[in-house]
């Protein structure tokens, strides 16, 4: 069982936490020789260029990925009765229910591979939409946290792998993200001037609430930085989404 009094107190105050020591190590080696082996579906490569799923199956190219997520395998036994049920035991804490779903177009595996490319801080679904910045569930909907994202390192997430980094506190704020292309270039100087960038040991994992500021960072190692991602999304903004058409 996970405790909740640290990492409540910790996603109140700073909107990320992390959980220590919760998974067998042997059985994440395990998941990352898995994890290694899974095609990419979409990604950023080295030159900057985001490529779609659609771009991936069309380039009959390798191509230089910084970094790039893979779909979770489904079948996965490790992933099915041990991850996601502890995951899902916090997600009730924090939503103060079972009302609440995984945002099931948005579960992966992200390997992040040796370059240097700038931070790219962004909020995660459903705080933000960049098909749709005029949605703003966070102004419309009851106040309360709407998604809380998971990762889990397959490898020790460390400051010179790339270990994701935070701005503690801006949780807090309601940001006009209708405004957001202009809002950029404050928050990437921001987000320089004041993130935090925390180890998370292997067997251990992070939760971060959609709205804290958050970025990938730059892997200066020569191993690839791996890890599963999933997302708690509250279930009236699960509605919503279904109602406008968003992933």
């Known amino acids: 069982m996970v405790s909740s009094v640290r990492y409540e107190s910790d996603l109140f105050r700073d909107g990320v936490a992390i959980v220590n020591t919760i998974f067998d190590i042997g059985k994440l080696h395990e998941l990352n020789t898995v994890a290694s082996k899974l095609p990419p579906f979409v990604g950023l490569t080295e030159g900057g260029r985001w490529m779609n799923h659609t771009d991936v199956e069309q380039c009959v190219e390798d191509i230089d990925w910084a970094y790039h997520w893979a779909r979770t395998p489904e079948d996965n036994t490790f992933i099915n009765d041990i991850i996601l049920p502890t995951l899902q035991g916090v997600a009730d804490v924090v939503f103060d229910s079972t009302d609440w779903g995984w945002q099931t177009t948005n579960q992966y595996i992200m390997s992040n591979g040796q370059h240097d490319l700038a931070p ?11 098909q749709m910045l005029d949605v703003q569930m966070a102004k419309d909907l009851p106040k309360g946290p709407l998604s809380l994202t998971f990762m889990v390192p397959l490898v020790d997430f460390t400051p010179d792998n790339g270990a994701t980094a935070y701005v503690p506190g801006t949780h807090r704020h309601i940001y006009d993200t209708a405004m957001w292309e202009d809002l950029k270039p404050h928050l990437r100087t921001f987000f320089n001037d004041n993130y935090i960038q925390p180890s998370v040991p292997l067997g251990s994992f992070a939760c971060l609430y959609g709205n804290c500021l958050h970025s990938v960072m730059a892997n200066k190692t020569d191993t690839v930085r791996r890890g599963i991602i999933y997302r708690a999304i509250r279930q009236d903004a699960l509605d919503e989404m279904t109602r406008l058409g968003l992933g």
């Open 120 to 130: 790219a801080p962004h909020l995660d679904a459903p705080y933000l939409w960049p």
